[in-house]
T-cell receptor, first 108, second 120 residues
Framework: EIVMTQSPATLSVSPGERATLSCRAS??????LAWYQQKPGQAPRLLIY???TRATGIPARFSGSGSGTEFTLTISSLQSEDFAVYYC??????????FGGGTKVEIK | QVQLQESGPGLVKPSQTLSLTCTVS??????????WSWIRQHPGKDLEWIGY???????YYNPSLKSRVTISVDTAKNQFSLKLSSVTAADTAVYYC????????????WGQGTLATVSS
């Protein structure tokens, strides 16, 4: 099973600033990596798949990069609605499909 | 726009079977190359993929849960279901149904989730 590790656990950022979130895989997942956003009381929402392709309707301030074992989600200028928990998910080697433990982006 | 809605008992006794149903609206469960999925989120926030099913009945399960999980589909009702047997407190979680996108093993539409608590 591929283990996904996200860091940091919590990221404190001021509105308008850039946020950089990391996701590491225990072995290569090529570019088979997705990112989700989850707000309190809501289901996760797909942001990025294929490591860097934005899902339908996702603003351009969200960008993904990386391949192999190291991935990054960047939010270029944080808006109030972006404060949430972010998860990565690998789909290269499955079953099982596996998720990271999440990074909470909070207001500084 | 596809919508998914989970339903089922919120409280299950230990050793019994948890049963949930997901109703799909805004599209046919038979359409496209979509698979219909169950994912759960424990109170500590970790997400765990349980498995998914194609409208034909083909299933894929998480090996860690495979011995206890059955996912089935009812195309006439546009629904799919989850049964998880021999539950313990560790199965207490919010259970989401979701659609696996066509072509990628990612989840593009989700239900709102339903909390299932295992307790006597």
């Amino acid at each position: 099973e591929i283990v996904m590790t996200q860091s940091p656990a919590t990221l404190s950022v001021s509105p308008g600033e850039r946020a950089t979130l990391s996701c590491r895989a225990s072995q290569s997942v090529s570019s088979s990596l997705a990112w989700y956003q989850q707000k309190p009381g809501q289901a996760p929402r797909l942001l990025i798949y294929g490591a860097s392709t934005r899902a339908t309707g996702i603003p351009a301030r969200f960008s993904g990069s990386g391949s192999g074992t190291e991935f990054t989600l960047t939010i270029s200028s944080l808006q109030s609605e972006d404060f949430a928990v972010y998860y990565c998910q690998q789909y290269y080697n499955w079953p099982p499909l596996t998720f990271g433990g999440g990074t909470k982006v909070e207001i500084k | 726009q596809v919508q998914l809605q989970e339903s089922g008992p919120g409280l299950v006794k230990p050793s019994q079977t948890l049963s949930l149903t997901c109703t799909v609206s805004g599209g046919s469960i038979r359409s496209g190359g979509y698979y219909w999925s169950w994912i759960r989120q424990h109170p500590g926030k970790d997400l765990e993929w349980i498995g998914y099913i194609y409208y034909s009945g083909a299933t894929y399960y998480n090996p860690s849960l495979k011995s206890r999980v059955t996912i089935s589909v009812d195309t006439a009702k546009n629904q799919f279901s989850l049964k998880l047997s021999s539950v313990t407190a560790a199965d207490t979680a919010v259970y989401y149904c979701a659609r696996k996108s066509d072509g990628y093993n990612v989840f593009d539409f989700w239900g709102q989730g339903t909390l299932a608590t295992v307790s006597s």
